[in-house]
């Protein structure tokens, strides 16, 4: 990518923070533990689903041995709100299992470590790692994924190849910053199916790739694939 491209990719990670200056994580969560089973929680989920599910679950299963000593059927009272819940429950039972046998029942701070986890993917690692402060990274989401792709900073698909080229393109400082603020922008302006060109506070600086014009409309608001 060449230097003007870094420089309007970094423009526009300014003017989103400027637009959203609290961007941080939505999910409630008071613990390393907790914060895992949340994320895990997340997948194919809102967080505010996330968020009404876990209190009643956390009091009755405070901890590693208490969640790893659970059948999925007594956790599924607690999350069937949730999307694909019984096999959130059978990830999370088996996360906290492993936790207790091989991490005596902490939650482990590397990204092989967490990798190996039930229910934890790459993704999921990230998320865990840039809340617990100990690695730096750029997960990759649906939100940040898409958004990437419009705004020009990838072609890549794969999360995996996606998280290669923004940490190549933006400085690792900004990782944390720039995931957060490309998930807010993707649920609060930039949505799957219908953008919000315009209001969003940089449509000037985006090419909007793969972005069709509505049916029977015009201007900023269903900017046409460039």
Do not use: Y
Not at 39 to 54: C, E, F, P, W, Y
Request: glycine share 10%; with cysteine.
């Amino acid at each position: 990518m060449s230097g003007a491209e870094r420089a309007r990719a970094l423009e526009v990670l300014r003017r989103l923070d400027v637009a959203m200056p609290g961007a941080r994580i939505e999910l409630d969560f008071t613990s390393d533990l907790q914060l895992m089973v949340a994320v895990i929680l997340s997948a194919q989920s809102t967080d505010k689903g996330v968020n009404r599910a876990t209190p009643g679950l956390f009091a009755a299963f405070p901890d590693a041995p208490a969640l790893a000593g659970a059948e999925p059927e007594q956790l599924w009272p607690h999350i069937r709100t949730l999307g694909l819940f019984r096999n959130k429950a059978r990830a999370i039972g088996a996360a906290a299992r492993r936790i207790v046998e091989v991490h005596g029942g902490v939650v482990p701070r590397t990204r092989d470590e967490l990798e190996a986890l039930p229910g934890v993917g790459q993704k999921s690692a990230g998320v865990i790692l840039l809340q617990q402060g100990v690695e730096a990274a750029f997960p990759v989401d649906t939100h940040v994924g898409r958004l990437s792709r419009r705004l020009g900073f990838t072609r890549q698909l794969a999360p995996g190849k996606v998280e290669a080229e923004l940490r190549q393109l933006f400085p690792v400082e900004l990782w944390a910053t720039g995931h957060q603020l490309l998930v807010w922008h993707g649920r609060r302006c930039c949505t799957a199916r219908a953008p919000a060109c315009e209001r969003c506070p940089v449509a000037e600086l985006c090419p909007k790739r793969g972005v069709k014009r509505a049916a029977g409309q015009g201007g900023r608001g269903a900017m046409a694939r460039r």
